[in-house]
């Protein structure tokens, strides 16, 4: 079976918050989706493609994220969506995920297809394949949670990835040669791909820290790796880059709270940041804590200083 890992999980959850939940829609979860509740609350899957009846050959579903049960303000929970589709598809069929196009995987938890998990296709049109699930254009996918774990693979879009940059390839491949070869000419703050990002940039995001820790010697501009890092709950790279004397911005506690880092919140605590600052939204890192029921985090913010109410948002 390939092992599946998860990034951008949802805050800690536990047995009270999922018995509340079921309670709450009426049905119980299945055992191996419980469990993975309780150890993940969701997040983003690698690999995360699989292949459903309802598209064309060859192209497969990819899982954007599993939703999670709690999370921080203006990202949709399952409760958020199930909503929606218990009044649209039926009260027993829970949303766990979306695919990349705006589909949904759901999961039955009643009836003789409990765990089943069916794909909708949301594109429906007529002449589309035959749908070979219980409600309106929906697909079977698998007869469990796990067994849906146990078929995702890597999926490469060949028209995709040709559009990328050579360098952007090697970094996220981990060709640290490749590097290298940008360090020999020069070039790494002059380079960058189509969202502006640059070299340094792109090895945080996707989790090369030899790629950084050897950009950032040979003199590299920074730029916003430490804010990448931070919302992708890079640890020891945010503390490496610290260390370096590398200044985060006030956005990194925001990002480090919600990702519940408490390394991470800890270190820019400790470096004078306000615990009482509100993000663009009009958000405090306690109330980012608090919304999360993060306990640990919101006893190290309120130790810090954090109040409960905070002033009229800035916009740093």
């Known amino acids: 079976m390939v092992k599946v890992r998860f990034e951008k999980t949802g805050p800690a959850i536990n047995e009270s918050d999922i018995v509340a939940f079921e309670r709450e829609i009426g049905y119980a979860l299945p055992e191996d989706y419980r469990a993975f509740m309780l150890r993940h609350n969701g997040g983003v899957p690698h690999p995360d493609a699989i ?74 049109e007529e002449g589309d394949k035959e749908p070979t699930g219980p409600f309106d254009a929906t697909y079977f996918v698998a007869s469990s949670f796990s067994e849906l774990l146990g078929n995702l693979f890597e999926y490469v879009d060949e028209q995709l990835e040709a559009k990328r940059l050579p360098w952007e390839k090697s970094i996220r491949a981990g060709d640290i040669g490749a590097v290298d070869e940008i360090i020999e000419q020069r070039l790494f703050d002059d380079l960058t791909n189509k969202q502006g990002r640059t070299p340094v940039e792109e ?25 990448f890092a931070c919302r992708h709950g890079r640890e020891s790279m945010v503390i490496d880059m610290i260390d370096r004397g590398i200044k985060p911005v006030d956005e990194c506690l925001f990002a480090a709270t919600s990702q519940g880092s408490i390394t991470i919140v800890e270190k820019l605590l400790a470096l004078g940041m ?42 740093r």
Do not use: W
């Open 51 to 124: 292949f459903v009846d309802a598209l064309p050959d060859g192209v497969p579903a990819q899982i954007l994220s599993f939703k999670s049960l709690i999370h921080d303000m203006g990202i949709m929970t399952i409760g958020s969506i199930y909503n929606d589709t218990s009044k649209r598809i039926a009260k027993h069929v829970l949303p766990i995920a979306p695919d990349t196009i705006g589909s949904l995987f759901l999961m039955s938890l009643d009836g003789a297809d409990r765990g089943n998990i069916y794909y909708e296709n949301c594109y429906y």
């Open 274 to 315: 306000s615990p009482n600052d509100a993000n663009r939204h009009g958000m405090s890192a306690l109330k980012i804590a608090t919304h999360n029921r993060h306990q640990k985090m919101i006893d190290l913010l309120i130790s810090a200083g954090a109040t409960i109410s905070v002033g009229p948002a800035n916009s």
């Open 203 to 227: 090895a945080a995001i996707h989790n090369q820290p030899e790629m950084v820790r050897t950009l950032l010697d040979a003199g590299c501009e920074p730029r916003n790796a430490i804010l």
